[in-house]
């Protein structure tokens, strides 16, 4: 008997903690109903602050793409002289792949290049048939040289100059370190400008989520008075208020999640233009990493907005 007292009486216990759950979320989102207006600005006061962080981290994503794109395709051509010897030129290319600075070293023959820049411009007709009016392979063999890393480059390019080969016709080296450069200059200089935009639009946040609940406070104000002389804790008068910032989190975060994706379909054609060659797709790294991405920014703008609605009830709900 005393066991089924005490599990009658844990299970009242639970009945009420849900009860007092369930009125908690009905008190949250009649005030937000019922404050629509205000609820409503702070809903896009929040979506502009989502929207400029991602608008960051997307910056911050294609300047990473570009930059392993680049290095990736970092090459260093040295054209040979179309009457070069097949056993010179091997011997150049062992001579080279021999050094520190080389990672690996290709032959292309000057019928490979030929075939490369059949396949290259086989969409233009005008070059193909410019190419057959021409009746010889006007293109040379090359030996296409890649570097251990970037940080050689300029090692690999001095120990290049040195060479003394009568086979080599020209050289290209193409300045991929002064391109990188300017690319993480750019992403810099973009991010801490978002970084400035981001923060501001935080403060505003924050301000707004204080006054909304500022609002709502004085509003309720009577009722929050009957609900302490029936005995009603602190806790159970507050939680609304923190609930309303979750629900206005949610929706914050929903929406963007419903317009950034559509605006990075837009955005993905240009990067494919600008970057031809380059294997860039935000999509597939937005898609990959849906949870991680909305997952941070739900927890960091539910935490800045719970913090802002703390300090307010704390301060307005002594009716």
Known sequence: MARLSVIKRLANIYYNMFLSFIRVIKFSLQDVSRNIWLSLVTVIILILALFTINMLLTVKVIGDMAVEAIKEKIDVNLYLKPGASEDKILALKTKINNLNEVKNVEYISNADALKNFKEKHQDNPEILEALRELNINPLTPTLVIKPENLDVFDNLINRLNA????????????????????????????????????????????LVIYNSVRVAIYTHRRQITIMKLVGASNCFIQMPYLISSLIYTFFG???????????????????????????????????GNIF????????????????????????????
Do not use: C, H, W
């Open 253 to 287: 975060v929903g929406a963007i999640m419903l317009i950034f994706y559509p605006f990075l379909t837009l955005l993905q054609p240009y990067l494919e233009t600008f970057f031809v060659g380059y294997n860039i797709n935000l999509i597939t790294f937005f898609y």
């Open 163 to 206: 060479l003394d080969a009568d086979i080599i016709e020209s050289r290209n080296f193409t300045n991929y370190k002064a391109l990188l450069d300017k690319i993480n200059n750019i992403t810099s200089k973009v991010t801490e400008a978002g970084i400035f935009l981001s923060a501001i639009f935080v403060m505003i946040t924050i």
């Open 292 to 319: 991680t991405i909305f997952g941070i920014q739900f927890l960091a703008a539910a935490l800045i907005n719970m913090f802002a609605s703390l300090i307010a009830v704390r301060k307005y709900s002594r009716v």
